[in-house]
């Protein structure tokens, strides 16, 4: 079992900026993919981005060169910096985890609030 825990979310004005981390509660070896996913009232749950521990990137398209995944495998925690924020941002973010040795399990944080004002 894993627990992801996140922090940093809150309400910025558009054009602003906020730093999203993310900390599993054990060490994982081997293979795994922390990352971000949102989820907009009426919308359903979409990738933002995904790394994994070797480094390897991949964003959605919508915010591709805003927002920069990141992660410290020391600490076991994924960061997620979200650079001239829109108010088609705000949303739920998701801490995400899956490892290979887990048998491939998903593995998500409680949410946190991202609310981009115009």
């Known amino acids: 079992q894993v627990q992801l825990a996140e922090s940093g979310g809150g309400l910025v004005q558009s054009g602003g900026s906020l730093r999203l981390s993310c900390a599993a509660s054990?060490?994982?070896?081997?293979?795994?993919?922390m990352g971000w996913y949102r989820q907009a009232p009426g919308n359903q749950r979409e990738l933002v981005a995904t790394?994994?521990?070797?480094?390897?990137?991949n964003y959605a398209d919508s915010v591709t060169g805003r927002f920069t995944v990141s992660r410290d495998n020391a600490k076991n925690t994924v960061y997620l910096q979200m650079n001239n924020l829109k108010p088609e941002d705000t949303a739920v973010y998701y801490c995400?985890?899956?490892?290979?040795?887990?048998?491939?399990?998903?593995?998500w944080g409680q949410g946190t609030q991202v609310t981009v004002a115009s």
């Open positions: 054990r060490t994982i070896i081997g293979s795994n993919v």
């Open positions: 790394i994994t521990n070797g480094g390897s990137t």
């Open positions: 995400y985890f899956t490892a290979w040795i887990l048998g491939n399990r998903d593995y």
